[in-house]
């Protein structure tokens, strides 16, 4: 885990919802590599299909595009593509990671809900 430029894989925060934040880097944006959602039980695929279906539930909720809403969504998907085997407790702490570099980025707000602008 850490920035993408040095795991590659898997944006935990989406990174498409923050595209043109003044402060947001995709490069150094937290993500988890592929090798480590592997050894977790995590299919990557599953955890960007969730996204997708989750971000388009928001989108057509009328919701307010919060990071709370997006946090949410992070450990839903992480947690789907774990098919079983990763816990809910274990989504919430590495998405609390990835909250974390978020705002050490004073990247409080994201742009767009990813997948429907």
């Known amino acids: 885990m850490g920035e993408y430029r040095h795991t590659g894989g898997h944006h935990v925060h ?3 919802a923050f595209e043109g ?6 490069k150094k944006g937290f ?6 959602m592997k050894s977790l039980g995590i ?12 971000f388009g539930e928001l989108a057509k909720s009328g919701k307010p595009n919060t990071l709370k ?7 839903e998907s ?4 774990g ?8 989504a919430r702490n590495i998405v609390s990671k990835s909250l974390k ?11 767009t809900i990813p997948w429907n602008s």
């Open 14 to 16: 989406a990174k498409k």
């Open 21 to 26: 934040h003044i402060n947001y880097d995709p």
């Open 31 to 36: 993500s988890i590599s592929n090798e480590y």
């Open 43 to 54: 299919d990557h695929l599953k955890v960007t299909s969730t996204q997708r279906r989750l």
């Open 69 to 75: 809403e997006h946090t949410r969504i992070a450990v």
């Open 78 to 81: 992480l947690v789907s593509g």
């Open 83 to 90: 098919e079983g085997k990763l816990t809910y407790n274990q």
């Open 101 to 111: 570099s978020l705002k050490a980025a004073n990247v409080k707000t994201p742009t």
